[in-house]
């Protein structure tokens, strides 16, 4: 007799289509995901969406903005401005997914909306070997500030290594200070890269100006939500005296 192998809608989707699914262009993989999550997950019990999403979680490949095929838990979310000027082309699905209905599917699905810590660590090491190699440029400083503002929202996600990278311009002290005394290690600065340790917060800078790196100006108390991140990211200090009485 003919054993027949019986499907329903979710089955059928994830045992004959998810596989096929780097086969397809975008626009088509948007045409699936559409059904699937618009009526056949709509019409699921709670324990069958819960293994989907799982499976896709692990098998789900999406065609990306650069044109090839990435896993979703390896995608970022293409609305965070945070994320866009960190990461290519190649880490965000393509704009055929860009509905808020499919980002939120896609964001259940395994979308991250954040930096793993590895990766944020391996961003923040380009602008250092960048800056090393070719010194400062408008790029560099854009791709800095916001490294550090993705710190700020999702310090919480890191331990204390992210701490030891070294992304941020040192900031150049204005024109009053430079004709009393020139500012600390200046003639080093544009290939100069600094950690938050590595230098005191600028509304200390005629204080320190000569005798330690000042961090970039967009780093203060008033862009931190809380004293909790401060004292996470070491914000919470003042400078020694050794280098106010330098």
Known sequence: HLNLLCLNDLEAFLTLCLPQFRKLDAKSQNNFLKYLYDEILEKSYMHERERCFKILREKLYIQTRRGDHQLISDLYDMKSDTLKNILTDSHFPDENFD????????????LRTYLPSELCKKCMNEVEKRVSD????????????????HLVENWQRFDDSVLQQRFLEPYCPRATPLTLRQPFEYTEFSRTCLKLSDAELQKYELLVWSSSYLLPSFVTHESLPDSTTAEFLKLNRQPCFALVNQ
Not at 99 to 106: A, G
Not at 134 to 149: F, I, P, T, V
């Open 99 to 110: 509905s808020p209905q499919c980002l939120r599917f896609l964001k259940e699905a395994g």
């Open 134 to 149: 070719e010194s400062w440029s408008d790029e560099l400083r854009a791709r800095s500030k916001w490294l550090y503002q």
